[in-house]
């Protein structure tokens, strides 16, 4: 079993960033995620990092903005958001141990995370 907790989200301006971190407790070695979901839309794909950090994986709308990135030592994977913009508002999942290789879809995903609010006002 792995327990997700996400930290991190708030209110801020447009152009402005925010770091999102996730803390696991229970088994290792898996890959994690980042998914959100915006009132009134489906879950979507935000980005995803193997176990050993070598790979990462994000959906278009983020590239060049947002990082993925985790700290094995300390069992928590993080998300820097930059140039954040009023399209990035929503609630925002931490996920863990995909099956097989599929990182960018949610039902893949066996542990999942509270969420945790990002708010973007322009």
């Known amino acids: 079993q792995v327990q997700l907790v996400e930290s991190g989200g708030g209110l801020v301006q447009a152009g402005g960033s925010l770091r999102l971190s996730c803390s696991a407790s229970?088994?290792?070695?898996?890959?994690m995620g980042w998914f959100r979901q915006a009132p009134g839309k489906e879950r979507e794909f935000v980005a995803a990092?193997?176990?050993?950090?070598?790979?990462?994986f994000y959906a278009d709308s983020v590239k060049g903005r947002f990082t993925i990135s985790r700290d094995n030592a300390r069992n928590t994977q993080y998300l820097q958001m930059n140039s954040l913009k009023p399209e990035d508002t929503a609630v925002y999942y931490c996920?863990?141990?995909?099956?097989?290789?599929?990182?960018?879809?949610?039902?893949?995903?066996?542990?999942w995370g509270q969420g945790t609010q990002v708010t973007v006002s322009s």
């Open positions: 229970g088994r290792r070695n898996y890959a």
């Open positions: 990092i193997t176990w050993s950090g070598s790979s990462t």
């Open positions: 996920a863990a141990d995909p099956r097989s290789s599929y990182y960018a879809t949610a039902t893949a995903y066996n542990y």
